[in-house]
Nanobody, 121 residues
Framework: VQLQASGGGLVQAGGSLRLSCAFSGGLFRGLNMAWYRRAPGKQRELVARISSDGVTMYIESVKGRFTISRDNAKNTVYLQMNSLKPEDTAVYYC????????????????WGQGTQVTVSS
């Protein structure tokens, strides 16, 4: 199993980026997927997740600005990030797991390598 994250970069506040996470090595359709981030000096936090059947969840600070989606035909999950703020600066990681209990446990089996997002003020 492999997760390959991409799409990060440097953007001005108010701008947009779209992150992608390509999955290989298993059945993508059955996976729960998530995006996490780790800002400098802070703990890793869940940003958004999408279940195998498309149910989404967002943390409060990104609601209305970020959208998580999946394309099962392309084995890819996306994170569309609009109205970016300097506080969104972090390394973003995608995560995947087949367990239906992962929203409760937070124990994701598979992780991507991370992609840096930097938002300048």
């Amino acid at each position: 199993v492999q997760l390959q994250a991409s799409g990060g970069g440097l953007v001005q506040a108010g701008g947009s980026l779209r992150l992608s996470c390509a999955f290989s090595g298993g059945l993508f359709r059955g996976l729960n997927m998530a995006w996490y981030r780790r800002a400098p000096g802070k703990q890793r936090e869940l940003v958004a997740r999408i279940s195998s059947d498309g149910v989404t969840m967002y943390i409060e600070s990104v609601k209305g600005r970020f959208t998580i989606s999946r394309d099962n035909a392309k084995n890819t999950v996306y994170l569309q990030m609009n109205s970016l703020k300097p506080e969104d600066t972090a390394v973003y990681y995608c995560a995947a797991d087949y367990s239906p209990y992962v929203p409760v446990t937070g124990r994701w089996d598979y992780w991507g390598q991370g992609t840096q997002v930097t938002v300048s003020s």
